[in-house]
């Protein structure tokens, strides 16, 4: 009975981080929302994406020529983090900022690894890969978030 309770709070759990309720009573299917809203803006800004299984688009500027970190790897990386819109929520100086990849918001730990050490490149991550429909600091539950970042060292 305990495992089948866990296990019910768990399929709860992912399915409202799918899908909302407005306050008058609309759901509101965030993935189909977010995949519409990415790749509108890949189109409006003429950017060359792939889409993995999971629905995070990423863009690789530079591949880097260094090692490849995998999902557990420390990693120093510069990014700036915006909106569709191009409202900046966050930003790390040039020399970046350090942390663990299981550490962070699933968009990243997946993304990152597509670069080498020295590479670069564009993060659009759905809100099932980053808060999800939850608010989160100045970030709007179910929000688009668009990373360009700069994988600078694996430590």
């Known amino acids: 009975m305990k495992h089948l309770f866990a296990s019910l709070l768990v399929l ?7 899908k909302d309720k ?4 609309v759901t509101i299917d965030y ?5 519409k809203e990415i790749i509108d803006y890949i189109a409006k800004n ?6 993995s299984d999971t629905g995070l688009y990423y863009v690789i500027n530079e591949p880097g020529t260094g090692a490849q970190p995998t999902a557990t790897s420390n990693v120093t990386v510069a990014y700036k983090g915006y909106f569709t819109n191009g409202s900046v929520f966050d930003q790390s ?11 962070v918001i699933k968009g990243w730990t997946e993304g990152i690894q597509h670069f080498k050490t020295g590479g670069s490149g564009i993060l659009l991550v759905p809100a099932h ?14 929000s688009v978030l668009i990373f360009e970042v700069k994988l600078i060292s694996i430590n």
């Open 12 to 18: 709860t759990l992912f399915i409202s981080c799918s």
């Open 31 to 35: 993935v189909a929302k977010n995949d």
């Open 129 to 142: 890969l980053g808060y999800g429909n939850y608010d989160y600091n100045t970030i709007p539950g179910g």
């Open 22 to 25: 407005t306050s008058d009573g």
């Open 93 to 103: 100086s040039a020399a970046g900022i350090a942390f663990g990849l299981n550490q």
């Open 46 to 51: 003429k950017l060359t994406a792939q889409k």
